[in-house]
């Protein structure tokens, strides 16, 4: 497996950060074009229009040996028109650079006709939880993603990878392989362990479940942890924001600082097993650390795993 960085949370320039990826010995770059990312390292509306800006921002990386293995646009689409943009304008994108598959999640839709507000449902009861999952799947979710994955197939994408995210209406391989089978193959997953720890999942049970109908599409390598302190009287549902970390019941860290290098050696020998030998892509959002420190007490961590 290739190990690559979600470059959006390297708080520098263009070219900076590629020289960071030199300098740590990685290969492939995961970049954001908008949506719930500020797209530090792209101008995705240049970049659609203008051939000169793409082999510009594209020559960059080729001097210095560095592939782009995915487009990410997480965002919304399935709730707000911007977001739909956006992820339109990053197809175009991918197919004028010949880029493959495509990051994001899967949206999530508001609770009924009229609603303007997106509706995570996390229980059968009361009863009107269904008459939203049923309004949410099939009026909305199903034919959108069809249309989504027709206009990838128009644009040269082979894969989507859909982020297992909370708040999402795909956020474990079971709605994953429900939309699968509506939509299509276009659709896999990015399967993302953070996620999972404090949903209260198996990652490793998860890649087994995925690799069994070939639907591993990308990884985050991305960890979490749940803060005893105050998980273990409220439980592992937290709202407050992630800046709030010291009262929080779970937290984004760096990697290896929720589960250590035994554990993400185990994690890619089962991942390898159910055939998946694609991208790691870190994702570094522990805000207790200066930046490029979590940056690369992750990376270290992701390479001894990874065996690089």
Known sequence: MRLAIKTCTLDMPFEEMLDFC???GIGAVEIGTGNWSGAPHIDLDEMVSSETARQRWSGQLRRRGIELCALNCSGNPLAYKREWEVTEKTFRLAELLGVEKVVMMSGLPAGCPG?????????????????IL?????EVAIPKWRELVRMAANCGIRRIALENHGMQLVYNPETLLRLREA?????????DPSHLFWMGGDPMEAARVLGEAGAIYHIHGKDSRPERRIWGPNGMLDTKP???FRQRSWNYVAVGAGHGAQWWKEF????RMCGYDGDVSLEMEDLTLPMLEGHISSLRTLKEALAL
């Open 268 to 271: 890619f020998s089962v991942v």
């Open 242 to 244: 992630i800046d709030q």
């Open 22 to 24: 030199v300098e740590q």
């Open 115 to 131: 609603d303007k507000t997106p509706v995570w449902v996390t229980t059968s009861w009361p009863p009107e939880t269904q008459d």
């Open 134 to 138: 049923d309004y949410q799947w099939n």
């Open 183 to 191: 939509v299509g193959p276009m659709v896999g997953m990015n399967l």
